[in-house]
């Protein structure tokens, strides 16, 4: 009777056994998402290969705390070297950590290394080049340029800034097919050429199924954290670039219609109506990793940074009055509960910057009317001479 147990366990155990090594290995291989404590923004081109890391300028290169979103399965190598310290993210990626030296110049001057990402079956082995880019915040914005992505459009500015936006949690929910389908996306049209439209959209059964039941459009300086995504979305939106001047107002042109149902938690709200946001705020960050995010209204320790804020109000309150024609706005940076800008600190890049635009005012909160459009063109930030 032992001997009968014994192979009919040994078979169960090599059945098993059969099933694991049937099971297919993941074939992907691509770095889909870069961030870390002192990047920016990034760009990733996957048919290039290459992933560009905005910096601020006085960011030291030679000690770069680095994460790397890759397919689940893969590996990670730096000059050969497998990069070993990965947090699982869900079950399709996975994040891989390190701190890295970009220090060294090549031959054209560039700040670049070469990362290569394994495939789990090990059939494919491409190699990234990432650079590292240190810039300042530009003054003007006409949005006339995207980066090259295959789902949504990133906004760009000259070739060292990008705007960051939750389009790549929105990917997430498989709502859209092409780059007019996200919240946020470059239009035809503008006060002169092209826009950006920022559309309140839903989320469908993926969003209904986490409690967010829609997506404002929004664009902002800063990045957005994927990993943040689905656990605490307002955390995903990280604002701010640092900032050496002394800002005077926000200006540029505008258009916004309200949605015509209102909604909280899934539900639609009598009584209750839409508006936009647009706002920037001038904040202190001793270090460079610290950002302000989107939970900054109901948090006194992100508003205690805050030194001075410029934001459109409508009826009293934040808000974007509704206009069907371009009207301009100009939105002068008022001190904050007081406070003054330090001239050494802003000298030295004790201060960041966040710049802001939503279809929906409580948007990261998933309240507001489906189809609320805000359209933004031609930004400038006007600062003292």
């Not at 890391?53 to 689940?72: G, H, R």
């Not at 404002?216 to 990280?238: I, S």
């Not at 900054?296 to 805050?306: G, I, L, M, V």
């Not at 890049?349 to 609320?372: N, P």
């Amino acid at each position: 009777m032992k001997v009968k147990m014994f192979l009919a366990c040994a078979l169960c155990s090599f059945a098993l056994a059969s099933c694991i090594q049937d099971e297919a290995l993941n074939s992907e291989a691509a770095i889909d998402q870069c961030t870390g404590n002192n990047v920016q923004s990034a760009t990733i081109s996957w048919e290039d290969r290459t992933v560009d890391l905005y910096l601020s300028v006085k960011t030291d290169l030679s000690n770069l705390d680095l994460e790397f979103t890759i397919p689940q399965g893969a590996t990670l190598e730096e000059n050969g070297e497998p990069k070993a310290k990965v947090l699982t993210v869900d079950r399709t990626h996975s994040v891989v950590s390190g701190t890295f030296d970009f220090s060294a110049e090549s031959a054209t001057g560039e700040h670049v290394r070469t990362f290569t990402v394994i495939s789990e079956d090990g059939t494919q082995k491409p190699v990234y080049t990432v650079r590292a880019l240190r810039a300042e915040l530009p003054l003007k914005f006409d949005f006339e340029n995207i980066a090259p992505n295959n789902a949504f459009d990133i906004l760009t500015q000259g070739p060292t800034f990008q705007w960051a936006s939750g389009n790549p949690g929105f990917q997430l929910t498989g709502m859209a097919n092409s780059p007019v389908d996200y919240p946020t996306l470059r239009w035809r049209s503008g006060f002169q050429g092209n826009c950006v439209k920022l559309v309140t959209c839903n989320t469908g059964s993926f969003g209904a199924m986490v409690k967010m039941y829609i997506a404002a459009g929004n664009l902002f300086v800063g990045r957005f954290d994927l990993a943040n995504a689905l656990t605490n979305a307002p955390k995903a939106t990280k604002f701010g670039f640092a900032f050496y001047k002394k800002p005077l107002r926000l200006t540029g042109y505008y258009k916004y219609k309200a949605g015509s149902e209102y909604s909280e938690k899934g539900q639609v709200v009598s009584g209750k109506k839409d508006t936009g946001d647009i706002y920037a705020i001038l904040y202190e960050a001793d270090k460079d990793a610290y950002m302000i995010d989107g939970e900054w209204e109901t948090t006194p320790a992100q508003k205690s940074t805050f030194v001075a804020l410029a934001r459109m109000q409508d009826a009293g309150g934040p808000g974007t009055p509704e206009a069907d024609e371009w009207t301009p706005f100009s939105l002068d940076f008022a001190p904050y509960e007081g406070r003054t800008i330090d001239e050494q600190k802003l000298i030295n890049g004790g201060y960041k910057l966040a710049i802001v635009f939503s279809s929906s005012l409580k948007g990261a909160m998933f309240e507001g009317a489906l189809g609320s459009t805000l359209y933004i063109d031609e930004v400038e930030i006007k600062c003292e001479d």
